[in-house]
């Protein structure tokens, strides 16, 4: 079994793969998400036996909520992580941000098309968690994408999930770039996704998949379903 993880960009590469590269919404159908029981022989194999590829990264991270600062809160404790960026509309939520996990921080206002190129210029990775999806999650991939750079977000909103993969465009401009985009990597869509395709993969036969969330997202709200 192949332990090493490819990376899609030339930046990122141990070797090439960037046949990988486009639009790539969160797996739901028709991928293998863990490997096959088969025959065990042996101990695992050790941590020096698997070496990981090394890469020497830039994220920005725009946004700085909750979900966003618990991100930032992880990627600064990658070592391949050389420049980490966080980036909020409220100058002060970021700086607070990126001095609690000891990265850069910056202003920039999602709605200006030049505020955003300027924030993810020169970057690899750009992580958004920039709300309402449906306004700014396609205007920050366009600009990722011509930065060269990967994009992950947690969007939930189904007309970008649909124009990212309807629109040959977006794919087309993607792999051009040598980049990869990845979209809906949250908990509903992302996790479900997971968990979903988990699911059918230990059943016989699967028709469909109904997913029901209680998520209180206003305290004393109550929970909505």
Known sequence: ???????????????????????????????????????????????????????????????????TSRVAQSAAAFDGIDDLLVADLDADRAKSLGEAVGARHARFDATDPESVAAVVAGTDVVFNGVGPFYRFALPIIDAAIDAGAHYIDICDEYDVAEALVTDPVYDERAKAADVTVLTSCGSAPGMTNLMARWACDELDRADAVHVVMGLPFIPNLGPTI
């Open 1 to 67: 079994m192949d332990y090493a993880p490819r990376w899609s960009s030339r930046r990122l590469s141990a070797g090439g793969d960037s046949h990988r590269c486009g639009v790539r919404p969160m797996p739901s159908t028709g991928t293998r998400l863990r490997p096959q029981p088969g025959p065990v022989t042996g101990d695992p194999p050790a941590p020096d036996a698997c070496p990981l590829p090394e890469v020497h990264v830039k994220v920005a991270i725009l946004g700085c909520g909750s979900v």
